[in-house]
């Protein structure tokens, strides 16, 4: 097996008009790794995520998905190639079903005459089996966010990328969504990069944290020695 990283983020900058949003970003994620990207509001998280899936371009730098160039990519492409992004609040259609949803992830599999991946999806998530035929918006917040993760994983994603999905949960749900991930690691061997604002959370589930700070890294590492580093929870973790 290969034991270059899975993805690999090479010196990415990305503006918002004149203002720049990331310098230099650097990360490399290997095959079923589980990566936590944090940092306060406006930090630059999302954009780092959305420049990743193309859906805001880089200025610099390029991105490596298993060794191929995925830069300039447009986004559908990176989906078929095995990106996939839940963005902040989930982006469920809550007018249709949990089933319609999932399908519609289905829509940007490589393959899409491959059936199988819906019954695994099922499987992945007894509570949004048991939903299949309601609408989505009769789901609690947690599973609307399950919802969301299994809509990108019906794409077969080598990577998922997930913004914020705690938000709005309350604790109890967050440490679920959170150890579901780790779960799903360890049922598919799926590679994730979780932004969080929730430092302490996202830390004790990944292997390896990364800080930004005004878009550029502040500082990265193993997550247990982030999480025991006072002089790094108290400068940019804030507990
Ligand atoms: N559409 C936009 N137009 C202009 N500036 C933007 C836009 N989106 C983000 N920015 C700026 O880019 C920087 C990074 O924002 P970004 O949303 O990536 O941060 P974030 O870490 O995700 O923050 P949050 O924790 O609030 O979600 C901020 O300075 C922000 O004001
Ligand atoms: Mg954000």
Redesign the pocket.
């Known amino acids: 097996m290969s034991t270059a990283p899975l993805l690999s983020v090479r010196g990415l900058t990305a503006h ?2 004149p ?1 720049r ?1 990331l310098t230099d970003v650097s990360l490399d994620v290997p095959h079923q790794g589980l990566c936590a990207v944090l ?10 995520l ?1 420049t990743l899936t193309g859906l805001h371009p880089a200025t610099s730098g390029r991105v490596l998905l298993d060794d191929e160039d995925i830069t300039r990519l447009p986004t559908e492409k990176v989906i078929t190639r095995g990106l996939a992004h839940v963005p ?1 609040g989930g982006g469920v259609i809550v007018e249709l079903t949990v089933e319609e949803n999932l399908r519609l992830g289905g829509l940007w599999r490589a393959d899409r005459r491959d059936r199988t991946t819906f019954d695994e999806v099922m499987a992945l998530f007894p509570p949004l089996a048991e939903r299949r035929s309601r609408t989505a918006s009769t789901l609690s917040g947690g599973e609307r966010q399950m919802l969301a993760i299994g809509r990108a994983l019906m794409a077969r994603p080598k990577v998922l990328l997930l ?2 999905p705690s938000l709005g949960l309350a604790p109890r749900v967050t440490r679920q969504i959170f150890t579901l991930l780790r779960d799903l690691r360890a049922r598919t061997g799926l590679t994730v990069v979780l ?1 969080e ?1 929730n430092a302490a959370g996202a830390l004790s589930v990944t292997d390896h944290g990364l800080v ?1 700070d005004q ?1 550029r890294v502040a500082t990265e590492g193993p997550s247990d020695g982030l999480l025991a580093d006072e002089r790094t929870r108290h400068a940019y973790l804030g507990f």
């Open positions: 918002h008009g203002v949003a940092g306060a509001n406006g930090a630059g998280k999302t954009t780092l959305r902040e913004d914020e932004v604002q930004l878009g």
